[in-house]
């Protein structure tokens, strides 16, 4: 689908899905798939604008160790994430390093300067190559192997890192969550309707027919995990 700024001016062409995310976060992982899927669907039609909410600005540059700190998750939700990949047929490893994300965050909008299909293509690299390879994405030399793959020229993408000429718009992207009232991912906003935590394949496919059908109005309705 194409994706749409939040800046355009006029109403869309299509229903509008904005999904909040953070590359460390494993529920945002499970429903980019989900939205993933839910887009070849011919009978679904609707355009996302990917929102980066950058969880732990005050997170060591080289990250932490999980082995030391923990996931912050039971060990029952971290077989659902393992089971949940295998049920709906992504890959899916635990992470032995919780990043900082802001270099993979900039990687995005370095990406989404070069158009929408550019931006998907490198969004889905950077989540597989955390959570599906276990690769510390907080790594410039992990973010530049993907950068190169999609023909980003390093040189590019360090200088956005080291002049800092995406920090204003990932601020501005933040702000955006904040005046919704998050303050954590996964989110979606489809339509009117707020989704807060992660959400079965089937609850996000009845809110987007509802979007389609022109059924939702008013203003944005938080519906919390």
Known sequence: MAERHLHDDGAPEHPRVLI??????????????????????????????????????DMPGEGMD???????????????LER???????????????????????????????GDATHRVVHGAI???????????GSRDVLLEIAEEVGIEPRELENAWE?????ERL??????????????????LICNELFIGSRPAGVLREAL?????????GSPEA???
């Open 84 to 114: 949940t990949a295998a049920k709906e047929g992504f890959p899916f490893s635990q992470p032995k390093v919780l990043p900082n994300t802001h270099k993979a965050l900039v990687l995005g909008e370095v990406a989404r300067d070069l």
């Open 223 to 225: 519906v919390e995990s």
């Open 171 to 188: 601020h501005q992207f933040r702000h955006v969550a904040l005046h919704l009232g998050l303050d954590a991912t996964p989110a979606a």
């Open 209 to 217: 027919e509802r979007c389609n059908t022109g059924r939702n109005t």
């Open 20 to 57: 909040f995310f953070d590359y460390a976060c494993p529920f945002c992982y499970v429903d980019q798939h989900r939205f993933d899927t839910l887009e070849s669907d011919p009978d679904l039609v609707f355009d996302v604008v990917l929102v980066p909410f950058e969880l732990r600005p």
């Open 66 to 80: 999980l082995s030391e700190i923990g996931t912050g998750h039971s060990d029952r939700v971290d077989d659902y």
């Open 163 to 167: 002049q800092g000429t995406h920090d």
């Open 127 to 137: 989540f597989e190559a955390y959570f599906g390879r276990g690769h510390d994405i």
